[in-house]
């Protein structure tokens, strides 16, 4: 192919760059085989030169793949009205479902990364022989890194593209895989927390390509089942590497799959576009234009005749985003929400259930707890089915408040059990299903809404605060952890359950439903509820002037 969509714009660097970075991290490679015959115990072993040369190839090949995928400044230059082409009355055809395969994977892997985590951690620990908590700061820089990245991403993709973000987060991916070589502790939280750097971004902006891309018919659902699909998939990628390959290459392993995983991303690019709507908001109509011929059937050259079913609308220019932006206007009221949910979510995933395993042996259930997680983690699995279908079928926003809201009548239910002394087996069993479904289907939801609900140039900046904001709560929740909250269960339960409720309820009054709208029509309905508003408090100001 030859538009800009689907290729790069400095093809040769791009791919330099990627030989560079892979070559870096082969370079790694002798030094970990020769630790074999101590199953690769390599704390304490002196870096030699063949490892330090690869560690400065990694960089260099960073910035050269950089360049090959930024657009000429020129480029991005948009004077005058956006032309939007838009083709949100096709049907779902090929293109579409490979575009969702592929980033089906790309989420996988995204998710697959950070949940290594807590299958090296054991072997991290005995081979550095350092205590758990020591080690639990892995977890703690790794957190704070897809925080960090999480915004940072978004506002590349905002700027340069869905596309350049993407393959910039993959092959950081790449250069993270020497974490499995490091023979110092300390390396390897230098390298966690670059993990988390490059893991951060993925995610929100995967979203946010395919919600520009997907038919508005059938956006919503495609959304919630990608971010479902893709991050079971990740757990099961990073439990079945462990299971099959951590007993033969030691924990060391499951870091160095960041090679191969990345290099599939890489792969794949061709069927990863550019999304359309990003580059007609940069001006470039001929490029957004070819791409969504691609998606309609003509083959994706530039100059193809583009489908009845691409309609072209102009809409005025937008300066590019920022995250003051997403505070006010229209749009503070949702974000606010979204980020209360976010930080309250991560408090329940990394603080709550983190410490629920010991809370519950503590109420005497030592023998049960386990079990009962299970069973109760196999009731949660079908609830993404019915976020699925509710999504699509009700509500997109009533559904992700209705789920905000049972997260929280579940934490206040497991307070109630507490402080009356209802320890009772079944009960705490069905509290715990009802949390586990509730909570998954809450980040199943919340950022695939973020990628709906904000316009073209705000779109990457969004879906990455919201996700930032889930990873910001669980930063939070270790620190409180720490301070001893989660020790007292009823107490952190109702912590954390009455910033839920407010965000529910700012989401169900704010919000609006995204059910088979078009991107550029969500905005517009927002705009005039802004501006419905205004208009009353106008009218209402007047007539208390009036009669005073």
């Not at 081979?127 to 915004?151: D, H, M, Q």
């Not at 290459?249 to 191969?260: A, C, D, K, T, V």
């Not at 998954?440 to 709906?452: K, N, Q, R």
Request: hydrophobic share 55%; charged share 10%.
């Amino acid at each position: 192919m030859s538009t800009r969509g689907i290729s790069f714009h400095h093809p040769f660097a791009f791919w330099l760059g990627c030989a560079g970075i892979t070559a870096g991290v082969l370079a790694h490679i002798p030094m970990f085989m020769h630790a074999a015959h101590m199953h690769y115990h390599m704390a304490g072993m002196p870096m030699d030169t063949t490892m330090l040369v690869g560690m400065g190839l990694i960089p260099l090949g960073l910035v050269l793949a950089t360049y090959g995928l930024m657009p000429r400044m020129s480029d991005l230059v948009s004077p005058g009205d956006v032309q939007f082409h838009v083709a949100d009355r096709l049907p779902l055809n090929c293109e579409h479902w490979k575009l969702v395969l592929v980033l089906v994977v790309t989420v996988a892997v995204d998710v697959m990364k950070p949940a290594t985590l807590g299958f090296v951690m054991p072997g991290m620990t005995e081979e550095y022989e350092i205590t758990s908590k020591s080690a639990g700061t892995l977890a703690l820089v790794a957190l704070t890194g897809t925080t960090l990245g999480s915004v940072m991403w978004g506002l590349v993709a905002d700027r340069f593209g869905r596309r350049a973000a993407v393959l910039l987060g993959a092959l950081m991916f790449i250069g993270t895989a020497i974490c499995g070589a490091m023979p110092s502790f300390e390396w390897n939280l230098i390298m966690c927390f670059l993990m988390g750097l490059s893991a951060g971004g993925l995610l929100p902006i995967t979203f946010a390509l395919m919600a520009e891309t997907i038919p508005a018919a059938h956006r919503g659902w495609l959304l919630v089942a990608l971010g479902g699909v893709g991050t079971a998939g990740g757990y099961l990628l990073a439990s079945g590497a462990a299971a099959l390959l951590e007993p033969m290459f030691s924990w060391r392993i499951l870091w160095m799959l960041g090679l191969p995983t990345g290099l599939l991303v890489i792969f794949l690019n061709r069927y990863i576009p550019e999304s359309p709507r990003y580059l007609a908001g940069r001006g470039m109509a001929g490029e957004a234009r070819a791409v969504l011929a691609r998606f309609a059937g003509q083959g994706g050259q530039r100059g193809s005749a583009v489908s009845a079913d691409v309609v072209e609308e102009t809409v005025p220019a937008q300066a590019p985003g920022g995250i003051r932006q997403l505070l006010s206007g229209s749009y503070g009221a949702i974000t606010l929400g979204l980020v209360a949910a976010g930080l309250a979510w991560g408090l329940v995933n990394f603080g709550f259930l983190l410490w629920l395993p010991t809370n519950l042996r503590e109420l005497g259930i030592a023998e049960n707890a386990d079990a009962l997680l299970a069973r109760s983690a196999t009731i949660a699995l079908p609830g993404v089915l019915l976020v699925i279908w509710l999504y699509h079928r009700w509500s997109s926003i009533y559904t992700l408040a209705t789920f905000i809201a049972f997260t929280a009548i579940a934490l206040l239910a497991f307070s109630l059990c507490l402080w009356f002394g209802f320890h009772a087996l079944w009960t705490i069993a069905a509290v715990t299903a009802l949390l586990l479904v509730s909570a998954s289907g809450v980040i199943a939801m919340l950022i695939p809404y973020a990628a709906e609900i904000y316009p073209v140039h705000l779109r990457g900046t969004g879906a990455g605060l919201v996700a930032a904001s889930s990873k910001a709560g669980g930063i939070l929740g270790a620190g409180v952890g720490v301070l001893g909250l989660f020790e007292n269960m009823a107490l952190a339960a109702l912590v954390i359950a009455l910033p839920l409720l407010a965000a529910a309820a700012g989401l169900w009054r704010n919000g609006i439903d995204t059910r088979g709208l078009r991107l550029e029509d969500i905005g517009q309905l927002l705009a005039m509820r802004k501006r419905r508003t205004g208009a009353r408090l106008e009218s209402g100001t007047g007539a208390e002037e009036a009669s005073a």
